[in-house]
């Protein structure tokens, strides 16, 4: 049985603030080990669960956040930016049995520590065939193309709710509760590395590959807060003005989709200023 976790730091333990999760603060250096201390409590959980491998894929940032020495020796870690499916990349080989999404968090214009998707504030909203979608979710209907279910999803008491739309029978584990965009209810890390090995443990029984879900066409939309963004965002093939500040697109896959998602933000990245967004 092969695990794959994929590990975004927003919703880690102890995470609240942008410096947190920016990489090169010292912020961003102490929530290091608090990130590796979550992902390292699923993946000896899901050894526990009866596992045999556990590929770690780091989602977060530069993809360069993850303490390797501080992980248990029976992993791997894939580290590094430029990856096929970004923050799914692994599953699309045929070996993975079940995923888990561990330091995740909500979706842009939505309540949640750090919500956001793909882009910390650019982007104020997502949706997927007309359904606001956080970064699980797309993640969700990539990872079912190739018939591997999500089995473990942690991250604030929001990232939860969220996951029982698109994973309703996944173990969840809240490692803190929301107050506000920057500031939640945090639990020590020794009692959210407990309380996820467990549910990583129990979510083992649950990762059990199923046929492929084919559950296009998919269509896009995205809506910017700057005007300037989303025409930006019509230079890649088949993207197109929606309304104000938006634009949309259509894929039969969400392997073709979650390619164009990723064209478009980094279309849009390299099209805000400093000041002005």
Known sequence: MKILISADMEGATGVTWPADVLPGTPQWERCRVLFTSDVNAAAVGFFDGGADEVLINEAHWTMRNLLLEQLDERVQMLTGKHKSLSMVEGVQHGDVDGIAFVGYHTGAG??????????????TGVWLNGTRASEGLLNAHVVAEYGV????????????????????????????????????????PARTAADIRAAAKEATALAVCH???????????????????????????????????????????????????????????????????
């Open 110 to 123: 939505t309540q949640g520590v750090l919500a956001h998707t793909y882009l910390a504030n650019s982007i």
């Open 149 to 188: 279910p999500v089995v473990l999803v942690t991250g604030d008491d929001l990232t939860c709710v969220d996951a029982g739309g698109y994973a309703p029978a996944a173990r969840t584990v809240a490692v803190k509760d929301h107050v506000s965009r920057y500031a939640a209810v945090c639990r020590t």
């Open 211 to 277: 046929d492929p879900v084919r559950g296009g066409p998919f269509t896009v939309e995205l809506e910017f807060d700057a005007d300037h963004l989303a025409a930006a965002a019509t230079v890649v093939p088949g993207v197109a003005g929606s309304g104000e500040r938006r634009v949309a697109y259509s894929s039969e896959t969400m392997f073709e989709g979650i390619r164009t998602f990723k064209a478009v933000t980094t279309i849009v990245s390299a099209a805000m200023e400093e000041q002005y967004g």
